[in-house]
């Protein structure tokens, strides 16, 4: 398996504009979850998904953030407009039950100007 | 008071050493992971634990419920392991991994 694959690895955008993360998991596996890491929060959990369903999103910080997973070989991550602030490396994960050990994608570095 | 602390923030060896980097937490856990970011940015998992010690070559992971606290020992240490180690636990049962805000670890030749 080629692990988790995310794309783009780098996004360069402006203020404003539509950025779309795309990730898909390692096959089998029932859990995916997207992060950010920044500088000054480190790593936290946006969202995470069971079997295609959303689970938890209390950590999306706003409603410019919207997650989907359509089938369970593709996730995206939406922000909508995008703003400087939300400069990061998103990150996703997926693992096979919740209290196994998950396998990160490569990340995808978003800087927003 | 962070829920996951890591000590110590920073740490440099000479290859070869004992190294111990250290996570508290102050949630109730089912289990803890430990986590390996490589300058280059990837993040590998390094072991998830709930009880004891695991093993991976080099690497040991203990943890101890009672006190809340797990260790990271890096055995022989080489410049290849230089990255940076976080911890993480969930909140609660079936609940969102919080993370520690990471080690960086720097061996020298």
């Known amino acids: 398996d080629a692990g988790v694959i995310q794309s783009p690895r780098h996004e360069v955008t402006e203020m404003g504009q539509e950025v779309t993360l795309r990730c898909k998991p390692i096959?089998?596996?029932?859990?995916l979850f997207w992060y950010r890491q920044t500088m000054m929060r480190g790593l936290e959990l946006l969202i995470y998904f069971n079997n295609n369903v959303p689970i938890d999103d209390s950590g999306m910080p706003e409603d410019r953030f919207s997650a989907k997973m359509p089938n369970a070989s593709f996730s995206t991550l939406k922000i909508q407009p995008s703003e400087p602030r939300d400069s990061a490396v998103y990150f996703c994960?997926?693992?096979?039950?919740?209290?196994?050990?998950?396998?990160f994608g490569p990340g995808t570095r978003l800087t927003v100007l | 008071k962070n829920e996951v602390e890591q000590s110590p923030q920073n740490l440099t060896a000479q290859e070869g050493e004992f190294i111990t980097i250290n996570c508290s937490y102050s949630?109730?856990?089912?289990?803890l992971h430990w986590l390996q970011q490589h300058p280059g940015g990837g993040i590998v998992s390094l072991f998830m634990l709930s009880s004891g010690k695991k093993k991976h070559g080099r690497l040991i992971a203990t943890i101890n419920i009672q006190e809340k606290h797990s260790s990271l020992h890096i055995t022989a240490s080489h410049p290849r392991d230089s990255a940076v180690y976080i911890c993480?636990?969930?909140?609660?049962?079936?609940?969102?991994?919080?993370f520690g805000t990471g080690t960086r670890l720097q061996v020298f030749p």
């Open positions: 993480a636990v969930p909140r609660g049962m079936a609940d969102k991994l919080i």
């Open positions: 994960a997926s693992s096979f039950g919740y209290y196994n050990e998950q396998f």
């Open positions: 949630v109730g856990i089912s289990a």
């Open positions: 096959s089998g596996h029932d859990y």
